[in-house]
């Protein structure tokens, strides 16, 4: 079962950055974005009503990669699986792409072969992907709905879930059907220009 686990872009003024990374401080600046964008949209707004533990616990992995192309994206998808395997005690991965799949169809290509690659490498069943992108839209919604934001990162990015870990919080709360809705409610009564100012807020400083 996949769920909303975590929450992206002004279609006239996108926030991520587009260069390849460089530096260990470029790396570290991409992360520090996404762990700002982590506590202030997906905690903050509660769209993943299970990622405050597992933020909490610190056992959340980030991995920036510097592939713009697809066979070396894959590559780095399946290193993330792998690390999933050898370590216990990372809960979730999010696999950044700061410099590469900024067209929102290129990315859901990628997507696509993830999730193929999943089923292939023996992984379903086990781990499941979940998608956000700075332009990330929703089927039958306008660029400018707020609903988007729920789905809206500061850098495309892959989210890893160990799909064992998902059911059993599952298990433990109510009515997890309506999250994906309530997110939607959400956004709507915040509006799109408080959701996108929000999410550009976490490109400022640590």
Known sequence: MTIPVLCASSMDTPVYLCTMIHSADETAAVIAHTKKWIVEVV???NFCPFAAREVKSDRVHYQVSAANG?????????RECERLDRDGEIATTLL???GGFSDFGDYLDL??????????S???????VASFHPEYRFAKTKADDAANYTNR??????????EEQV???LEHYPHPEKIPADNVNFARAKGEAYMRLLRESCMGEK
Not at 70 to 78: I, K, V
Not at 111 to 120: I, P, S, T, Y
Not at 122 to 128: I, L
Not at 153 to 160: C, R
Request: negative net charge; hydrophobic residues 50%; charged residues 20%.
């Open 43 to 45: 905690v903050g707004c």
């Open 70 to 78: 697809m066979a070396e994206a894959l590559e780095s998808f399946q």
């Open 96 to 98: 950044i792409f700061p």
């Open 111 to 120: 997507l696509a072969l993830a999730e193929k690659l999943l089923a292939k």
């Open 122 to 128: 023996g992984y379903e069943g086990v781990y499941q």
């Open 153 to 162: 990162s500061i850098y495309p990015m892959l989210h890893l879930l160990r």
């Open 167 to 169: 059911e059993k919080a």
